[in-house]
C-alpha cells in the first residue's frame, strides 16, 4: 500500500473547510448542511445531463439572513458558491464544476409568498417558490402572472430571474425581467441590498435590478422579488394552422398582430418533423392537420393564442376570421380552433413536448438563437441549407417563439447513425456555422437559455472587445473575488 502524504497547502484547504462547514452548520442546523453523496447528487447534475460537477457541501438556507450568513462564511474560508433553484436551466449554469470545492447553495427552502397587493398588481415572492406556485397564488388572487414555460412545476423565481427566463408569453408580457419591479439580493460582501420596491416608476440612478437579472447567479444571489401581475383574461382561444414556409408564418403573425394587437399572446412555430417526432414519441398528441404542400414539401405547423377580456365568443370569432383572412389571402393552408380547453391544451402539449421527443429520439445539438423576426425566413433557408450540404440526412428540428424571433433551431442526427457519435463530430464545427450565420444577422447566440457554462467560449467570440470589458468590469465591481459562480458566463475574470 502507498500511504498518502498530505501536503501543507492541501492540509490548510481541508482546514478551511471544515471550518466552512462548521460555520454552516452553525447557520443553517446540520440537517441543511448535506455532505452525504446519496443526499448530494440530486444537485449535481444538470437537467438535460450534459454536467455532473462535485461539491463540497450542498447547502439549504431558509431565509435571506441564512443566506447572508452562508456568503459571510464563504468569504471567510474562501469558498466559491453556485446558486441553485429548480436546476432546469439549459447551460449548467446550476451545476458546480469537478473540483469538489464548490459549494451548492440551493434556494429550495425560500419558498414563502410574502405579500400580494391586488390594488398595486404585484406579488412579492422568495426566490424558491416553483412558478407555478407564483401563478397559482396570483390566480387565487383573480389576477394571472403571466410567465410560462413548461418547467413551471420544478424551475424557482430566483432561477427565471437569474436566466432572464422567456417562454411562452414574452410576445404579450415580455419575459422575466419586463415582469419585474424589485429584488432583494445577498450581495458578495454578505449584505442584503432590499431593492423590494413596487414601483413602475423609478428612475434613481444605475438600474441594479437589471444588472443582477440575467447574470445567472455570477453577481448576487436572489433571494426574493416583486412581480408585476396582470389581469386574468375572460377566455384564451387556440388554434394550429399549416403554412408552406416560414414567410408565410411571418405573413400570418403580421395579419395577427395588425388584427388582434395585444390580445396576440401566444404565435409558436414548429417545423413539420416537429410534428412527424411528436407523432412518433407521443401518438396520442395527433396534429389534426395534413402536411402542408403534400408529402415532399416542408412545411410548418403554427400554434396562436388570443386572450380575450371580453369573451370566449368574441376572442373565438376575431380567431376564426383572421384564419379565414389568411386562408383566403393564401397565407395559411388549413387551420383548425380548438373547440374545448381539453383540445387547446393538446394544441400546447404538442409544442411542449417537441424537447422531450427529440431527447427520446437522441442526443442532438441544440441552438436557442434569437434573429430580427425579418431575418428569419432567410436564415431558416440559407442555415438548413449549409447544414444538408455538410451533414447530409441531418434532420432539422426547428421550432420556437417566432413572435419573438426566437428559435430553437435543433439538428437530430440522420436516421441510422449514432446519435452520440453524431454528437460528438458535429457539435462544435455546427454551433460555429449557426452562431456565425447568427452573428452575420444581429442575431444572438442565447435568446432565453443563458450562457452557463455551456457558452462562455461562444459569447467570449461572438460579443465585442468593448462589450466583454464592461461585462468584466460590472463582475469585478460586484464580486471582485469571484465567489459566485465561477466560471460561468464570462472566463475567468481576473481578481484584483
Ligand atoms: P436553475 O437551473 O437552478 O439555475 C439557472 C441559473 O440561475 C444558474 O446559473 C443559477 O446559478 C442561477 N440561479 C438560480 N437561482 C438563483 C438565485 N436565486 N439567485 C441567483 N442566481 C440564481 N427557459 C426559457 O427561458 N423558456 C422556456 O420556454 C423554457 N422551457 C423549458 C422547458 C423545460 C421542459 C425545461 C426543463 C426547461 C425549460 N427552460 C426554459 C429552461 C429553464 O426552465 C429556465 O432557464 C429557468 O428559468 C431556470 O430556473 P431554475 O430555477 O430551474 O434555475
Redesign the pocket.
Given at each position: 500500500t502507498r500511504a498518502t502524504i498530505e501536503t501543507p497547502a492541501q492540509a490548510e484547504r481541508g482546514a478551511a473547510l471544515g471550518a466552512f462547514l462548521a460555520d454552516c452548520r452553525a447557520a443553517l442546523g446540520d440537517t441543511h448542511v448535506l455532505t452525504a453523496a446519496s443526499a448530494q447528487a440530486p444537485f449535481l447534475t444538470d437537467?438535460r445531463k450534459r454536467y455532473t460537477g462535485r461539491a463540497c457541501a450542498v447547502l439549504r438556507p431558509a431565509s435571506t439572513a441564512e443566506v447572508a450568513a452562508v456568503v459571510a462564511a464563504a468569504n471567510k474560508h474562501d469558498i466559491a458558491l453556485?446558486?441553485?433553484?429548480?436546476?432546469?436551466?439549459?447551460a449548467g449554469?446550476?451545476t458546480p464544476d469537478a473540483s469538489g470545492a464548490q459549494a451548492v447553495l440551493s434556494?429550495n427552502r425560500l419558498r414563502r409568498i410574502r405579500a400580494l397587493d391586488a390594488a398595486n398588481d404585484t406579488i412579492t415572492v422568495e426566490?424558491g417558490c416553483a412558478l407555478a406556485d407564483v401563478q397559482a397564488a396570483a390566480r387565487a388572487a383573480g389576477r394571472l402572472f403571466p410567465l410560462s414555460?413548461?418547467?413551471e412545476g420544478?424551475?424557482?423565481i430566483?432561477?427565471?430571474l437569474?436566466?432572464n427566463?422567456?417562454?411562452?408569453a414574452v410576445l404579450r408580457h415580455g419575459n422575466?425581467r419586463a415582469l419585474c419591479l424589485g429584488l432583494e439580493v445577498v450581495t458578495a460582501d454578505a449584505q442584503v441590498w432590499d431593492g423590494l420596491r413596487a414601483l413602475r416608476k423609478d428612475n434613481t440612478g444605475y438600474d441594479l435590478r437589471d444588472l443582477f437579472i440575467g447574470a445567472?447567479?455570477t453577481l448576487?444571489?436572489?433571494?426574493a422579488a416583486v412581480l408585476k401581475l396582470q389581469p386574468m383574461p375572460a377566455a384564451s382561444v387556440t388554434a394550429v394552422a399549416t403554412v408552406d414556409t416560414c414567410d408565410d408564418a411571418l405573413r400570418l403573425l403580421a395579419l395577427a398582430r395588425a388584427r388582434a394587437d395585444a390580445l396576440l399572446t401566444g404565435f409558436e412555430l414548429m417545423s413539420w418533423y416537429c410534428v412527424e417526432l411528436i407523432d412518433s414519441h407521443f401518438p396520442t398528441l395527433r396534429m389534426p392537420l395534413a402536411r402542408p404542400g403534400g408529402a415532399t414539401a416542408n412545411g410548418f405547423a403554427v400554434l396562436l393564442e388570443l386572450s380575450d377580456h371580453e369573451s370566449e365568443a368574441h376572442g373565438r370569432a376575431l380567431l376564426e376570421r383572421l384564419l379565414a383572412d389568411a386562408s383566403n389571402e393564401g397565407v395559411v393552408r388549413d387551420a383548425v380552433v380548438a373547440q374545448s380547453l381539453a383540445q387547446s391544451q393538446t394544441f400546447w402539449a404538442m409544442r411542449?413536448h417537441i424537447?422531450l421527443a427529440q431527447a427520446r429520439d437522441g442526443l442532438n445539438v441544440k441552438h436557442d438563437i434569437a434573429l430580427p423576426i425579418s431575418a428569419i425566413g432567410e436564415f431558416i433557408s440559407s442555415t438548413d441549407r449549409a447544414i444538408a450540404a455538410r451533414w447530409p440526412g441531418a434532420r432539422m428540428v426547428t421550432f420556437g417563439h417566432l413572435g419573438d424571433g426566437n428559435l430553437h433551431y435543433n439538428v437530430q442526427a440522420p436516421v441510422g447513425q449514432d446519435p452520440a457519435d453524431f454528437l460528438r463530430a458535429a457539435q462544435a464545427p455546427m454551433n460555429r456555422l449557426v452562431y456565425d450565420q447568427v452573428h452575420a444577422r444581429g442575431g444572438s447566440i442565447s435568446a432565453?437559455?443563458?450562457i452557463?457554462q455551456l457558452k462562455v467560449d461562444d459569447l467570449a467570440r461572438y460579443k465585442s472587445p468593448v462589450e466583454l470589458a464592461l461585462m468584466t468590469a460590472v463582475k469585478r465591481a460586484l464580486d471582485p473575488h469571484n465567489r459566485f459562480?465561477p466560471g460561468?458566463v464570462i472566463a475567468a475574470p481576473p481578481v484584483p
Open positions: 437537467w453556485v446558486t441553485q433553484g429548480g436546476n432546469t436551466g439549459h449554469g446550476a434556494t426566490a414555460l413548461a418547467s420544478s424551475c424557482t430566483g432561477g427565471n437569474a436566466t427566463a422567456g417562454g411562452t422575466a445567472e447567479g448576487g444571489v436572489i433571494t411542449e424537447p432565453e437559455h443563458g452557463g459562480n460561468k
